[in-house]
């Protein structure tokens, strides 16, 4: 299914798989996550009804109390306010119907919902009793501008010949006897009732809910640790298949050395290409004739050999120096053309001495030459600097019997240049530069 051992693993077909894995595990890992999330709302709604279902419960229980201290406050002073607020909650603000309807939510919490009905019930009960003391003094005070409900409320014949004083007496005792307390301990007992049923709903619902997340946070565990593992895998093979081979091809091409044929099938095939390509560009500079692409003199490349470099190099992973001798032409002149040849063969054979082998020198004119330093994008400026001034050390010494030589040099980084022409135009910038400031010395260029 890779492909043979000898041709190596298909990095395409092994990409393919493992993307395909990565998919289904990460759609797993997506699916459980949004379960996962779904059980954590779950507990979180469990958790939320039933401080709603508390509330209700004590809201019931508040609204009652609320009437209770309204009604005592109106027979005690006999102030209208107190039943107007009695009136007000009882028909208008309903915070005992609106308890009542918040537990009726559906059949799970049924249980909860019955024993806060009863408690209503003995709250609408326990009404009956405070109708009757409220008109006790309605009667007792002559009030006329009361609810239309109270008309409803028909007093004693025993209770309707009181006096006024009498009247609040009994009202008073009414709201205050041990029998209108324990109906309040009757809507209070109904209330506690209703809370241990919602205490029950919610501890089944946030169980069920927490063993339902425990799972689904099982199911991300194994998911994420597979995930995990995938990609591991598919650093590892992407590392083995593909990144190891190429930097050690990028090592190889630097050392001007053929590829290692080892990896995926399809670097292995790439790196049969290079190599062949490769063996015949060596086979092409071999077959170049010495005479024809070397200066006679001093055994550097010649005009036609610098020519052939400039389009084989990779200029984005190389220096360029042109270095020109100073004032040649009075060399010739004072010593004569033949210590001149021999100042020209000395400098090529310094410029040997310092830079490497694979670097190449170039004589482009008379006194005109030209260093390609490949591979070199990496090297630091320093580095030329040191050689610039060994070259300048070994030329300027006069033990050879030769007049000591000066040098102007321009300097440029092939990746500040863009394309071979520009190449030269910088570099031949850069050595006028040189020149401007007083020959013997070099000049990086800088834009």
């Known amino acids: 299914m890779f492909g043979n051992r000898e041709n190596g693993i298909s990095h395409r077909i092994v990409h393919l798989w493992l993307v395909i894995i990565i998919i289904i595990f990460s759609g797993t890992v997506i699916i459980a996550t949004f379960r996962l999330s779904n059980a954590f709302m779950r507990i ?7 401080s709603d279902l508390q509330k209700a419960a004590h809201e019931l229980m508040n609204a009652s109390d609320y009437l209770t201290e309204q009604v005592q406050r109106f027979t005690l002073n006999g102030d209208i306010r107190f039943m107007n607020l009695y009136f007000e909650e009882a028909f208008e603000s309903k915070r005992r119907e609106e308890a009542l309807s918040k537990m009726d939510i559906d059949s799970s919490a049924d249980a ?30 002559g009030y006329t501008d009361y609810p239309e409900v109270l008309d409803d409320v028909t007093l004693s014949a025993e209770d309707a010949a009181l006096s006024p004083s009498e009247k609040i007496r009994r ?27 919602v205490d029950k709903l919610a501890e089944t619902k946030v169980d069920s809910a927490i063993v339902s997340l425990k799972h689904e946070m099982g199911v991300v565990h194994v998911a994420i640790f597979m995930q995990a593992l995938i990609i ?16 050690d091809a990028v090592v190889q091409i630097k050392s001007d050395s053929p590829i290692t044929e080892k990896g995926s099938n399809e670097f292995r095939y ?31 490349y010649n005009r036609a050999g610098y020519d052939f470099l400039l389009t084989s190099i990779d200029l984005n992973n190389a220096h360029m120096l042109l270095f020109d001798v100073d004032n040649f032409k009075t060399i010739n002149d004072t010593y004569g053309h033949e210590t001149g040849d021999k100042a020209l063969i000395k400098l090529v054979n310094v410029l040997k001495g310092v830079f490497r082998d694979d670097d190449c020198i170039c004589r482009i004119g008379g006194d005109e030459f030209v260093v390609f330093m490949v591979h070199s994008g990496s090297m630091q400026r320093r580095q030329i600097e040191s050689k610039m001034e060994q070259i300048n050390a070994e030329l300027e010494s006069a033990d050879d019997g030769l007049p000591p030589i000066t040098i102007s040099v321009g300097i440029v980084n092939g990746k500040d240049a863009g394309d071979a022409e520009n190449l030269f135009k910088k570099s031949d910038a850069a050595m006028y530069e040189s020149k401007k400031q007083g020959k013997n010395t070099y000049t990086f260029y800088s834009g």
């Open 171 to 197: 009202a008073t005792e009414l709201v205050l006897n041990d029998e209108y307390y324990e109906q309040k301990d009757k809507i209070r007992t109904g209330m506690q009732k209703s809370l241990i049923e």
């Open 112 to 141: 909860a919902f019955g024993k806060l009905q009863e408690a209503m019930e003995s709250s609408v009960n326990l009404m009956e009793q405070e109708y009757y003391a409220m008109r006790l003094v309605v009667e007792a005070k």
């Open 232 to 247: 591991f895998l598919t650093i590892w093979m992407t590392t083995r298949l593909a990144i190891n081979p190429v930097i």
């Open 44 to 50: 979180t709604a469990a958790s939320q009804q039933n």
């Open 270 to 300: 790439l790196a049969r290409a290079y190599n062949k390509m490769y063996d015949k560009n060596k086979s092409s500079i071999e077959r170049l004739n010495f005479k024809a692409s070397h200066d006679e003199l001093t055994g550097a």
